[in-house]
């Protein structure tokens, strides 16, 4: 099949849906991590705790309740890169043998394309899983970073280096924590990706679900409120 004959399949309609998704996944992204006034995200809420949390751990013997944490959380970015190396595994089983969702969304979207077609939109869901998945493994080995860093903060206070190290360790958690973020908010829009397969529409209105949700999470959620909220 020639490219003029597979554009033939992609209507005005779908350039739209994939822009507007695109747009959604960088753009939601970008404000998340950059908050225009003074209505800050719950992930940028969750840096002045990580830089309390570095403070804390100089002074706090034994340092085993840290590295526990730490630990707890490179559990679960390599929870997720596991799980979509096994999602990335079934789209590729698609992509060798799409039949039959090829036939399941025929039924939905009465739609006779032919194979390349299907395999197109599922490398679509592919992409944005394959850049959750190289988020995760980031993150990850940047957690390791800070693992190291934190091993080499002194235990003495009024060594000169000692709070100096602990901020490096708070920004390179922030870090971390920030691919992780980004993952977790691609696996979000590859689910509205998926709605592709009934057509355009279901993907627009896939994609506006999903920036609904993410945009709730980190602007209007309870947990925000509960960052927010001074201590006393």
């Not at 209507?11 to 822009?19: E, F, G, I």
């Not at 559990?75 to 096994?86: E, K, N, P, V, Y």
């Not at 944005?128 to 980031?138: D, G, Q, R």
Request: overall charge neutral.
């Amino acid at each position: 099949m020639t490219l003029s004959e597979m554009l033939v399949h992609f209507t005005w309609p779908d350039v739209a849906a994939l822009t507007f998704l695109f747009a959604a996944w960088l753009g939601s992204g970008w404000l998340i991590e950059n908050p225009v006034g003074r209505r800050k995200s719950t992930s940028i809420l969750m840096r002045q705790y990580r830089e309390d949390w570095m403070r804390e751990f100089v002074t706090r013997q034994p340092r085993i309740f840290d590295s526990a944490i730490l630990d707890t959380l490179r559990q679960g970015t390599l929870f997720f890169a596991s799980s979509t190396m096994i999602a990335i595994g079934g789209g590729l089983a698609l992509v060798g043998n799409p039949e039959p969702l090829r036939d399941v969304a025929s039924d939905l979207v009465q739609d006779q394309a032919p194979e390349v077609i299907w395999e197109i939109k599922i490398f679509l869901v592919l992409l944005l899983l394959t850049s959750a998945f190289l988020n995760f493994v980031w993150s990850h080995r940047v957690f390791g970073y800070c693992a190291v860093i934190m091993a080499s903060v002194p235990n003495d206070p009024d060594e000169p280096n000692t709070y100096a190290r602990a901020a490096k360790a708070a920004e390179v958690n922030m870090l971390a924590a920030r691919s992780f973020n980004r993952g977790m908010r691609t696996i979000y829009f590859s689910l509205g990706a998926v709605g592709w397969l009934a057509g355009a529409t279901v993907l627009a209105i896939g994609t506006l679900v999903v920036l609904l949700v993410v945009w709730r999470r980190e602007f209007a959620s309870h947990s925000r409120d509960v960052l927010r909220r001074d201590d006393l």
